[in-house]
C-alpha cells in the first residue's frame, strides 16, 4: 500500500478546493481519497506530493505511437526554409558508400511551399539533384502527401496497381504521366514498401516514444501504426513483448488500418480477438478507415465546393454501400469503427453509415469532424457518435478555413462548445507526431481558441471556446467509455485504477492563457511512478 500525501485535488466538474488530502493506492487502484494529511505510523510507504496538485493523467484516443518513436531515424525538415538547406541535410545523413541496395531515404515535416529558394513545388526531377540511385521518399508536415523520386516510383510501378485510387490523389503532368507527388491514401499505400519494420525495430520506436508520453502524463494510447509495419500480428507481438518485459508502462489499444472490406473479413478469419479484447496493457482498438483526405489539398470530401478551388468537393474514397457494408460487417462482429473524416460530405457518409447500423453497443467514432452543419449537428444529437478532436489544429488553420470553405461555412468549423451543448460525446486527442503531443497545449488551444502568441485577440470564433473542466473531461473520463472502461478509469475517484499526475498548478487557479505552461511533475500509472520532472532524455 502507498500513500500520496499533501496533495491537492483536481476533478473535472467538481467544486474547487484548496484544501490539502491524502490518497490511498492499493493493487494499482484509488483505495481511499480524504481530505487532511496522512498521519498514521505504520509500514506503509508515504510520498510527499509537496502541495501539487492531484489530477487524472491523459488518454490520447488518436495517434501515431510508432511512427512518433521513429522519428529520431528519420530527416525531419521542419525547420528547413530553402531547398538548398534541405539536400545538404540528406547529403549529411545519408552517404553513398555505406547505403544499402534499396535502403530508402525517408524525409518527414516538409511544407515546400516556404522553401524560399523555390518558385514551385518539389517534384521527381527535383529530387535527381540529390544525385541518389536509392529510392527517396519526403512526407508533408501534415502526412497527407509525399514527393518520391524516379527511383522509387519504378518500385512502385512495378509492385503496386494504384488503378482504384482516386486519380485526384495522383498527382500527374501535362502528358499524363506521374509528378512523384502523391496524396491522401495512396501516400499510405506506398508506405508499405519501407515501413515494414521488423519487430526489434517497432519495440525499440515504441521505448522510445511511451518516454515522451510519461512526460506529458499519458499513460493511456489509441494508436494507428499498422501501416508502419504491414502486419498486425507483428505489431501485436511487439507492443505485448514489451508488457511481458516491464518495458510498457501505459495501456495501448492499437487499431487496425484497413484499404477494404476484404481487409476486415481477413482480421475476423485470421483473428478471434475483437475490440477490448487482448493482454492487461495491450487491447485491440478499433478498425481505421480514412474516408476523405485533408481541406489543404482540397481532398476532404465537402457537400458544396471548396470556395478557393469552386471545381472541387474533394473525394469520398469509398461509396456510400461499400461503407455501409464495411461498418455492418464490423459491427456485427464486435469491432469498433473509427472514421477519419474532415468534410461535411465525409461525415455525413459516416453518419449514415452508423445509423444503418441501427442500435449498437460498439460506439463508433469520427475523427475530425472539422466541417459540420445544423443537420449533421442534429443528426449527431440524435445517434451520440463519438468525435475525436485536435484543437491543435486550429492554431495554425484557422486563417485559412474561411478561405477554403467561405464565410457560410466556417461557422460551423471547429465549433467544439456547439457540439458539447448538444451533448454529443468527443475526445481530445493530439494525432501526434503530425499534431503537438502536449495535452496542455490541446487543452490550451480548446479554452482559448488562439495560437500560442494569443492570436487572433480574443479568439477564432470565441463563443466556441470550452471550460478546463470540458476539455480536461475529453482527455480522460471520454475516452475511458471509447475503451468501456468508464468504471473504472480516468478519474481521480475510490475504485478507480490509479492513473494520475502531478501538475506544478491547479488547472482552476491559472490564467486560462496559462494552460499550456502547465507542467507534469509526476506521472503514475496503476499505482506505480513512472515518471518524475528530474529524469532527462525526453524530447
Not at 158 to 171: A, M, W, Y
Not at 294 to 299: A, F, I, P, S
Not at 478 to 489: G, H, N, W, Y
Request: proline residues 3%; negative net charge.
Amino acid at each position: 500500500m502507498k500513500v500520496m500525501n499533501n496533495v491537492r485535488l483536481y476533478k473535472p466538474f467538481s467544486e474547487h478546493d484548496d484544501g490539502l488530502y491524502h490518497a490511498v493506492i492499493e493493487n494499482g487502484r484509488f483505495k481511499e481519497i480524504k481530505k487532511g494529511l496522512y498521519d498514521e505510523t505504520n509500514h506503509t510507504e508515504v510520498i510527499n506530493g509537496e502541495g501539487n496538485t492531484l489530477a487524472p493523467s491523459f488518454n490520447d484516443s488518436h495517434l501515431h505511437l510508432l511512427r512518433f518513436g521513429l522519428m529520431d531515424k528519420e530527416l525531419d525538415f521542419r525547420e528547413v526554409t530553402s531547398w538548398e538547406e534541405m539536400k545538404k541535410l540528406v547529403k549529411e545523413k545519408y552517404n553513398h558508400e555505406k547505403m544499402e541496395e534499396n535502403e530508402w531515404i525517408v524525409g518527414r515535416g516538409l511544407d515546400d511551399s516556404q522553401l524560399e529558394d523555390l518558385d514551385h513545388m518539389l517534384d521527381a526531377r527535383d529530387l535527381e539533384e540529390l544525385d541518389y540511385q536509392n529510392p527517396v521518399f519526403f512526407l508533408h508536415e501534415d502526412g497527407h502527401e509525399c514527393i518520391v523520386n524516379e527511383e522509387a516510383m519504378k518500385i512502385i510501378e512495378e509492385k503496386d496497381d494504384l488503378s482504384g485510387f482516386p486519380s485526384e490523389f495522383i498527382e500527374t503532368d501535362e502528358e499524363g504521366n506521374w509528378t512523384g507527388r502523391f496524396k491522401d491514401t495512396v501516400v499510405h499505400f506506398i508506405k508499405f514498401h519501407f515501413r515494414q519494420k521488423s519487430k526489434v525495430e517497432v519495440k525499440e520506436a515504441v521505448e522510445d516514444g511511451v518516454q515522451d508520453l510519461l512526460k506529458h502524463g499519458i499513460t493511456s494510447v489509441h494508436t494507428d501504426d499498422l501501416n508502419y509495419v504491414g502486419s498486425y500480428q507483428t505489431l501485436w507481438n511487439a507492443y505485448t513483448e514489451l508488457e511481458k518485459e516491464g518495458k510498457l508502462p501505459i495501456d495501448v489499444h492499437l487499431h487496425h488500418y484497413i484499404f477494404s472490406i476484404e481487409d476486415v473479413k481477413n482480421f475476423i478469419e485470421e483473428s478471434n480477438m475483437r475490440t477490448g479484447d487482448g493482454t492487461h496493457r495491450v487491447k485491440v482498438g478499433a478498425i481505421k478507415i480514412f474516408l476523405d483526405g485533408t481541406q489543404r489539398l482540397h481532398t476532404s470530401a465537402l457537400r458544396k465546393p471548396y470556395t478557393d478551388a469552386p471545381e472541387k468537393y474533394g473525394v469520398l474514397n469509398y461509396s456510400q454501400s461499400e461503407l455501409n457494408d464495411i461498418l455492418q460487417l464490423a459491427d456485427e462482429n464486435d469491432l469498433q469503427v473509427t472514421m477519419h473524416a474532415i468534410g461535411d460530405g465525409a461525415v455525413e457518409a459516416a453518419l449514415h453509415a452508423i445509423e444503418q447500423v441501427g442500435e449498437t453497443h460498439m460506439r463508433h467514432r469520427i475523427i475530425h469532424a472539422q466541417v459540420l452543419g445544423p443537420d449533421l449537428l442534429e443528426r449527431m444529437a440524435e445517434i451520440k457518435p463519438y468525435l475525436e478532436i485536435q484543437p491543435g489544429f486550429m492554431m495554425s488553420e484557422y486563417k485559412e478555413t474561411a478561405k477554403w470553405v467561405g464565410e457560410d461555412r466556417v461557422n460551423y468549423c471547429n465549433i467544439w462548445n456547439t457540439v458539447n451543448q448538444k451533448e454529443i460525446p468527443y475526445t481530445c486527442s493530439s494525432d501526434c507526431p503530425i499534431g503537438p503531443l502536449s495535452p496542455m497545449v490541446e487543452m490550451f488551444a480548446a479554452v482559448n481558441r488562439t495560437d500560442k502568441e494569443g492570436n487572433p485577440s480574443g479568439g477564432w470564433m470565441p463563443e466556441e471556446k470550452v471550460s478546463i473542466d470540458t476539455i480536461y473531461n475529453a482527455y480522460t473520463v471520454i475516452p475511458a467509455q471509447l475503451e468501456f472502461r468508464e468504471e473504472v478509469k480516468g478519474k481521480v475517484q475510490e475504485g478507480f485504477l490509479a492513473d494520475f499526475i502531478l501538475l506544478s498548478n491547479h488547472p482552476k487557479e491559472i490564467n486560462a492563457f496559462d494552460i499550456k505552461d502547465l507542467e507534469v511533475v509526476e506521472t503514475w500509472s496503476q499505482g506505480e511512478k513512472v515518471y518524475a520532472k528530474e529524469q532527462k532524455g525526453t524530447r
